[in-house]
């Protein structure tokens, strides 16, 4: 079941900068699509989500850029700190109940 | 900030052994979840419930999984007779609406071994 694929399992950005994690989804059906944050040991917290409505969603240092044409969504985090290093999810979700996630992306900032 | 509890944090069990797996969501959530990430693998949705019942459940919530909010404040599962394949984190989560606008609230896990 790949419906909702991350296809970067690392990225590593330095501090200051721009960081893009990308998620890709197969099921038109979707409707929402939410980013979590985890770190070991803990469950996965909640960051940011975009209803198919939007195409952008912008919280403080997050952005979340939905593409339903390219069925694509992206989260941005400007300026990353190293307190952002963690493993990201993208997750999707059908008729607003059930997430369907990915694989995550451990995200790692340098100083 | 309001949290979700789980209980044990760690849990190591004989293969057939029935466990339950504890968790207090946050107060004036309705909706309630489980999911499981098994060691390497995603984070996968096993049943959400509303309304002191099942509302969805996934193809691994099998007849050997159950649900129950036995007072106005736990959610437990349950699985009767453990498998080596159930070992696993299984994180509850709850969510005041069934609207995905801000998301839910995740639980730190617990940890099941089954051996």
């Known amino acids: 079941d790949q419906q909702v694929k991350q296809n970067s399992p690392s990225l590593s950005v330095q501090e200051g900068r721009i960081s893009i994690l990308n998620c890709d989804y197969t099921?038109?059906?979707?409707?929402?699509f939410l980013w979590y944050k985890k770190y070991p040991a803990e469950g996965p917290t909640f960051l940011i989500s975009i209803s198919s409505i939007k195409d952008k969603n912008e919280d403080g240092r997050f952005t979340v850029f939905l593409n339903k044409s390219a069925k694509h969504l992206s989260l941005h985090i400007v300026p990353s700190q190293p307190g952002d290093s963690a493993v990201y999810f993208c997750a999707a979700s059908p008729r607003a109940q059930k997430l369907v996630f990915g694989q995550g992306t451990r995200l790692t900032i340098n100083p | 900030e309001p949290e979700v509890t789980q209980t044990p944090s760690h849990q190591v069990t004989q293969m057939g052994q029935e466990v339950i797996l504890r968790c207090v969501p946050i107060?004036?959530?309705?909706?309630f979840y489980w999911y499981r990430q098994i060691l390497g693998q995603k984070v996968e949705f096993l049943v959400s419930?509303?309304?002191?019942?099942?509302?969805?459940k996934s193809e691994i919530f099998d007849d050997q999984f159950s649900v129950e909010r036995p007072d106005g404040s736990n959610f437990t599962l349950k699985i009767r007779s453990t498998k080596l394949e159930d070992s696993a984190m299984y994180f509850c989560?709850?969510?005041?609406?069934?609207?995905?606008?801000?998301?839910?609230?995740f639980g730190s896990g617990t940890r099941l071994t089954v051996v």
């Open positions: 419930f509303y309304n002191n019942e099942i509302s969805e």
């Open positions: 989560a709850s969510s005041v609406s069934s609207g995905q606008l801000y998301g839910y609230t």
């Open positions: 107060s004036n959530h309705l909706y």
């Open positions: 099921n038109s059906m979707f409707d929402y």
